[in-house]
């Protein structure tokens, strides 16, 4: 239904959207993820023709949006960012006026009526969308894209500025929306994109930095490769967190140490990683024994697509062990670009897990962590 | 195109725009009908379409500013363009929404015209001359306008520099009067700004000259512009 082809789009010097290639099947509900500037807009902008990419080709239902932009537009429905809504028109007439801008064919009253429904914006059908609440412009906004019946959808963040049961009711109808229409739907809010779409595409400085499922990209990612254990050392004092740290990061194959709060009296967690080649549990097992440490707890953590966001628009890149078992799964993540270049990689890694760590609302009285 | 023409019909009469484009051009072509046609008390409406041209000067601007500038603004411009309409019918819908306007201030003409009947014989034929030389004028005017706008995002900026534009071609005739007998670089550039004379070639319709190819010098104007605005459009998006 959506093919991208090696697009390409610069802004002068700047390159927004670097050589992205992807395809939508009819009937997908594809999640655009990114953090802000990371090309998402851009991408989608570009999709629907508003403007040009400097490379590359885009087609809309084997259509050429650059060659036949009226035909491959006509199939197009667009949610842009900002709702483009006349603020001084009344609801209807701004829904009469798309309606013969798209030049829609359909039963204009019950099309309408229709439309309005599904937004739920019958109600306001006559008030001038001036006064109308942010989030009664942004269901505005959805109608607009929705009149003529697209067979595909695009919307750009559509439940911004929407009450949490407004946010339930857009994705509700989204999905079910993305029963009879390809929906491509960019966030950056990571359980709406989870609840929602069925494939995601991760884009980070305009690359294309994961594609696949979303249970499927998390399941991709080794669980031997982070894990949480709980050391109780001799002293039960800050020493034993720095020793511990330390002996911990000779084992083979662990990447990387961070010693997390105290969560008993004296006994530290440590979060740990490693580089996804080795199982290390053994050798720790055996290290603590030799130092007559006790391993109070073991967790091997499951990555939520959180992380996995996180980790891959921080750009500090995982490594994934290509599953045999799941092959129509193409999970390419560009890694350590810039940790190999920067030289104060650990520095910054530091700093990427406390971010992790204040993301996650329930260790609020975490306290920081030191290597 | 006629989506768009008739929502922004629609919009020049909400936003106020409509309003006080029309009281104003009524209310000074009014002015110059009573001042230079009835105090005279002559029927030649002729002195009063030459009044008029400085005035046009400053009220094409206020309907062509935010035509394509507010779209911007407020990013509605990304409705138009994703929509399955061409760039030429967008921006001829805004032209033509513009255009009309300013004929249904033009028409006032007839309403003079009526009280003239009633005191003596009009004289049509120059009076439709200007009618339509007024018109035509205008119809350039606002493709310069349109332009204007489009290149902008703000209203203001929009209508001053229409403005200034539309000022200096008003001037540039005057600029160059001098140079006719001067040098050769002056010579030439005499030529061409007289060739390229708006105020002239509207005067000689008001001396009772109805002259054809400065119609077709006022449509090409409009063509070129609308043109350029077009080319323009397409240009910021492979910017």
């Known amino acids: 239904m959506i093919e991208v082809r090696n697009v390409t789009k610069k802004y002068g010097d700047k390159l927004a959207v670097d050589n992205v290639s992807f395809k ?7 999640g655009f993820l990114g953090p802000n500037g990371a090309g998402k807009s851009t991408t989608m902008n570009m999709l629907t023709g508003y403007i040009s990419s400097t490379s590359g080709q885009i087609l809309i239902d084997d259509v050429d949006i650059l060659e036949d932009p009226k035909k491959a537009k006509a199939n197009i429905g667009y949610l842009p960012e900002i709702p483009p809504i006349y603020v001084d028109m009344t609801v209807d007439a701004y829904l009469n006026f798309i309606y013969d801008l798209k030049k829609c064919k359909l039963p204009r009253k019950s099309h309408l009526a229709d439309v309005c429904n599904l937004c739920k914006i019958s109600d306001v059908r006559k008030r001038i969308i001036k006064n109308l609440s942010k989030g009664y412009r942004q269901r505005v906004g959805l109608a607009q894209a929705l009149i003529n019946n ?7 963040e559509p439940t911004v500025g929407l009450d949490p049961t407004q946010i339930i009711e857009i994705r509700t109808l989204i999905k079910k929306l993305g029963k009879r229409h390809t929906v491509i739907l960019s966030s950056h809010i990571l359980p709406e994109i989870q609840a929602v779409c069925d494939r995601i595409i991760i884009i980070n400085k305009g690359k294309l930095a994961a594609d696949g499922k979303a249970d499927e990209i998390a399941k991709n990612i080794t669980n031997e490769h982070k894990m949480t254990v709980r050391i109780e050392g001799p ?44 199982d290390i549990r053994r050798d720790l097992n055996k290290l603590c024994t ?9 967790q091997l953590s499951d990555l939520t697509l ?9 750009n500090e890149g995982i490594k994934v062990e290509s599953d045999s078992d799941t092959p129509e799964i193409s999970l390419s993540i560009k890694d350590g670009e810039l940790i190999a270049s920067t030289g104060s990689a650990e520095e910054e890694k530091t700093e990427t897990a406390e971010e992790t760590e204040s993301e996650n609302a329930e260790d609020s009285e975490n306290n920081g962590g030191e290597e | 195109m006629s989506a768009i023409y008739r929502r922004e019909m629609g919009a020049f009469f909400t936003s106020g725009v409509a309003y006080v484009f029309l009281t104003v051009f009524y209310l000074i ?14 029927t030649d409406v002729s002195p009063m379409f030459a009044s008029m041209f400085i005035i046009i000067l400053f009220l094409i601007p206020i309907l062509t500013m935010k035509l394509l500038s507010e779209e911007k603004k407020n990013k509605t411009d990304q409705g138009l363009l994703t929509a399955p309409v061409s760039l030429w019918d967008i921006v001829l819908g805004k032209y033509f929404a513009a255009l009309t306007l300013f004929i249904i201030a033009e028409s006032i003409i007839f309403v003079y015209a009526i009280i003239l009947s009633a005191l003596g014989n009009v ?3 120059t ?54 007998n001067g040098g050769k670089i002056q010579n030439v550039l005499y030529t061409i700004v007289t060739k390229l004379g708006f105020y002239s070639r509207y005067i000689e319709f008001t001396n009772g000259v109805f002259s054809l190819p400065s119609i077709i010098f006022f449509i090409s104007v409009a063509f070129l512009f609308n043109f350029f605005t077009v080319k323009g459009l397409e240009k910021r998006r492979w910017s």
């Open chain 1, 306 to 314: 959180e992380d996995i966001f996180l980790k891959i628009t921080m």
């Open chain 2, 29 to 42: 072509s009014g002015i110059f009908f009573y001042n230079e046609v009835l105090l005279s008390g002559s």
């Open chain 2, 127 to 180: 009076l439709l001359g200007n009618y339509f030389a007024m018109l035509f004028l205008g119809a350039a005017f606002i493709a310069v306008g349109l332009f204007i706008s489009s290149l902008t995002e703000n209203q203001m900026a929009s209508a001053v520099a229409s403005m200034v534009v539309l000022i200096l071609i008003y001037l540039s005739e005057m600029l160059v009067a001098d140079y006719a």
């Open chain 1, 24 to 30: 939508v099947e009819k009937g997908e509900i594809l």
């Open chain 1, 235 to 278: 002293t039960h004092t800050a020493d034993d967190k720095r020793v511990i740290a330390e002996a911990l990061k000779k084992i083979s194959g662990v990447t990387y140490v961070r010693a997390d709060m105290e969560r008993e009296k004296g006994i530290y967690d440590f979060d740990i990683e490693t580089d996804g080649k080795c």
């Open chain 2, 123 to 125: 004289v049509w034929q």
């Open chain 1, 150 to 156: 697209p067979p595909v959808l695009i919307l750009d």
């Open chain 1, 290 to 298: 030799e130092k007559g440490w006790n391993i109070l707890m073991l």
